[in-house]
C-alpha cells in the first residue's frame, strides 16, 4: 500500500534575528517536524519561545535562514506565500486580517470562493447564490445567515473570526493554519469559536496547526500537542499519551 504524503515537513529549520549585532537572537534552532494527513496539533510555549516564528516561516511571512519545508511534497523553501496558498490557508489572531471590513458578508464569501475558482465576485446576488450562502452561514449559530449585506466592519470580533475561519476552510487546504485566533476574544466567544474550529475541521478532515497560549485548549482539541522551548521542540505527543497529560505536566514543562 502506498504511504500517504505528509503534509508539511520541516528539516533542521534555522531562523535568526538581527545576525551579527548585540541584539542577535537564535529563534529556530535546527526544527524538525512532520505533520501527517488528518494531524491536528496544537503547539503552545512561553513567549519568545518560537512557536510564532515556526507558523510563520511555514506561511511564508518570514524566510528559513537555513533547513527546508515541504508541503504535500512540494518544496517551498524559498517560495513566496501566494505559492504557499495552493496548499495552506492562515486564519490570524487579529479578526480583522483574515476579511475585507468594507464589503459584505456575501462579498468576502465571495472573494473566498474566487481563490478556488469557482465564483465570479458579482454572482452571489442570484437567489440561489444568496440561499446557498445562508445554508453555508446557519450551522455558525451567529446570525450571519440573515448579514450577508452588512458590510463586516460591523461584526462583532466573533462572528468575523467565525466568518474568517469560514472563508479559509472553504477551499479544503492541506494544511490550516491556526494563529491564536481566539486570542482577541472575550473568554464566551473564544470557547464558541473553538467549538466551531473543531465541528469544521472534523466535518472537513482538515489537517490543522493551532498555535496557542491556553494550556486547557492545547490539552482539549487535537490528537497531537507539541511544545516549543528555545527555539527547539521539546515535547511532541500524541494520541493517548496527549490525552493523559495535565496542566500540571505542562507546567513542570514549562519551568524546567
Do not use: C
Not at 16 to 36: K, M, Q
Not at 165 to 182: F, G, K
Request: glycine residues 6%; proline residues 3%; neutral net charge.
Amino acid at each position: 500500500m502506498k504511504q500517504a504524503t505528509a503534509v508539511l515537513t520541516v528539516k533542521h529549520l534555522q531562523k535568526v534575528f538581527f545576525p551579527g549585532t548585540a541584539n542577535e537572537r537564535h529563534v529556530l534552532r535546527d526544527v524538525s517536524l512532520t505533520i501527517e494527513p488528518g494531524d491536528f496539533i496544537a503547539v503552545i510555549g512561553n513567549n519568545g519561545a518560537g512557536k510564532s516564528t515556526l507558523l510563520n516561516t511555514i506561511a511564508g511571512t518570514l524566510a528559513a535562514d537555513a533547513g527546508t519545508l515541504a508541503l504535500a511534497g512540494h518544496d517551498v523553501t524559498k517560495k513566496p506565500i501566494a505559492y504557499r496558498s495552493k496548499w495552506l490557508s492562515r486564519v490570524f489572531q487579529d479578526p480583522k486580517m483574515g476579511t475585507a471590513g468594507e464589503l459584505s458578508v456575501a462579498q468576502n464569501l465571495t472573494l473566498a470562493q474566487r481563490h478556488t475558482g469557482s465564483m465570479s465576485l458579482h454572482r452571489y446576488r442570484k437567489a440561489s447564490q444568496v440561499a446557498a450562502y445562508q445554508e453555508l452561514l446557519r450551522p455558525l449559530n451567529m446570525g450571519l445567515e440573515d448579514r450577508l449585506t452588512t458590510q463586516v466592519k460591523y461584526l462583532s470580533g466573533g462572528q468575523r473570526q467565525a466568518l474568517s475561519l469560514l472563508m479559509a476552510t472553504l477551499s479544503h487546504p492541506d494544511l490550516l493554519l491556526l494563529d491564536e485566533h481566539t486570542a482577541a476574544l472575550d473568554p464566551q466567544t473564544s470557547q464558541k469559536v473553538m467549538d466551531l474550529t473543531q465541528t469544521i475541521v472534523e466535518e472537513n478532515q482538515l489537517t490543522t496547526m493551532m498555535i496557542t497560549h491556553k494550556m486547557s485548549d492545547a490539552l482539549t482539541y487535537g490528537n497531537r500537542l507539541v511544545m516549543v522551548q528555545d527555539g527547539q521542540i521539546k515535547l511532541d505527543v500524541r494520541g493517548e499519551e496527549k490525552q493523559n497529560l495535565r496542566q500540571e505536566d505542562l507546567l513542570t514543562l514549562f519551568a524546567e
